[in-house]
């Protein structure tokens, strides 16, 4: 039986809603595509993602030069940041 | 912090890069010089934002972390570089810094992933049982008190990482005459992979690993061809895992997924079109404490097809030590 993922903004919200009408404690085939679902970014999430991060300072330095725009670095001391932060 | 407007703003006006610090600073060229003299990238443990301009300039620094200021210094940081004289601005130059070959690809000092790999995404997300045994996500006053109040937020959302499969290892998932019901052996290296470093609860918290010294003890995999239609395999992966560490701090950190996923492939092409698993089950001793009790933690695997720059960054698992992330080797092999 599938099971139906009660999803709003208002529930993103609320936050308090329950997700699943009954506990899917017990990964099977029925509810993995439901689980994946729920576990993946939603709608605002992680909103840094939406931004095309080059890994490389010096390629982002050539495309500035080349695009006429200005560089933003986002810096972490344990890797590059959107991935670990 | 990373707002609508926020992104907006970045995506339309500035090229944006994410790097690790201690890499860039370590530098022995004109960029590490700049890096060094600008104070462009963080020398702290924290995250540091700022804009420089394509000649290696700093305009601005903007503190992410700070609510309601970090949109303004952006935009104030756009305003200074919109000043600047127009011949320094004008698109189609080059950066003095860097020219031709000496352009660096991918990230400084840190490895990509391996010809042929698959690059699959990790994403991480806890829930909470509520009544009747329903599920949630987690909310502030589930977390304990301190860090746990301070990041709840970002304990809610859903954590990232990103899984390299090397080439010979997936390419030994695809059996060469499928038949349903055939058992596919898994090659032990993907195994360790996954018990080490892509079943571990510290993703989303910071840069710790929790299960780094499992073994193939800590879990079973199976893998079945489930149907066989002309040149397309589809295979079935299922198993679970016993993870287990005991923290210097007197705690014990727990995982114990069900793991089911699925496979397909085009034997004709030798080409993976699908590849994807979900890791459920109970976390407890939530790394650092930030959660009480044991509540339940689910992992999404999912091969990108064709992977963004931005998710071509190692894997945490990969940071420090990439042939042991590539071909980790089980301790219980090497006693014997």
């Not at chain 1, 439901?34 to 909103?47: A, C, H, M, N, V």
């Not at chain 2, 998710?311 to 219980?332: I, N, Q």
Request: one cysteine or more.
């Amino acid at each position: 039986m599938k099971r139906t993922v009660v999803w709003s903004w208002g529930w993103m919200l609320l936050g308090a809603a329950v997700l699943s009408a009954r506990p899917p404690q017990s990964l099977n085939a029925d509810n993995y595509a439901t689980l994946r679902q729920q576990i993946k970014p939603q709608p605002g999430e992680s909103r840094y993602w939406e931004i095309p991060w080059l890994l490389s300072l010096d390629e982002a330095l050539r495309r500035g030069a080349a695009e006429g725009k200005p560089i933003f670095v986002f810096s972490g001391a344990g890797g590059p940041p959107h991935a670990f932060c | 912090m990373w707002t609508g407007e926020v992104v907006k703003l970045l995506r339309e006006n500035f090229i944006c890069v994410s790097v690790d610090s201690r890499s860039e600073w370590a530098r022995k060229d004109a960029v590490g010089d700049m890096v060094r003299r600008t104070k462009c990238v963080t020398v702290t443990a924290n995250g540091k934002t700022a804009v420089i301009t394509p000649q290696g300039e700093k305009l601005e620094e903007c503190p992410w972390n700070t609510p309601g200021v970090f949109a303004a210094s952006i935009r104030k940081a756009l305003q200074k570089w919109q000043n600047l004289p127009e011949e320094q601005r004008r698109a189609g130059q080059e950066s003095k810094l860097v020219s031709g070959s000496t352009v660096r690809k991918g990230p400084a000092g840190r490895p990509s992933p391996p010809p042929g790999a698959l690059v699959v995404a990790v994403y991480q997300r806890r829930f909470i049982r509520a009544a009747e045994g329903q599920l949630r996500y987690l909310e502030q006053s589930d977390c304990n008190p301190g860090e746990g109040q301070h990041r709840w937020r970002q304990l809610r959302e859903a954590a990232r990482d990103f899984m390299w499969v090397p080439e010979n290892e997936w390419k030994a998932l695809i059996p060469k005459t499928p038949q349903p019901g055939q058992k596919v052996p898994i090659p032990t290296t993907f195994a360790l992979r996954l018990f080490r470093f892509h079943l571990d609860p510290h993703r989303g918290l910071g840069e710790g690993i929790e299960f780094a010294h499992a073994d193939l003890s800590a879990g079973q995999l199976s893998l079945v061809v489930e149907s066989v239609q002309g040149d397309r395999v589809l295979l079935r992966l299922e198993g679970e895992a016993h993870l287990e560490a005991k923290k210097p701090e007197g705690y014990t950190t727990t995982y114990a997924p069900r793991i089911l996923g699925y496979i397909q492939a085009d034997t004709k092409s030798g080409r993976l079109t699908r590849f994807d698993m979900l890791a459920f089950g109970e976390e407890s001793g939530t790394p650092r404490k930030l959660l009480p009790g044991t509540h339940l933690l689910g992992i999404v695997f999912e091969l990108i097809e064709n992977p963004k720059e931005s998710e071509l960054v190692y894997p945490r698992g990969a940071r420090d030590d990439l042939r042991s992330y590539l071909e980790p080797a089980s301790k219980l092999a090497q006693s014997r």
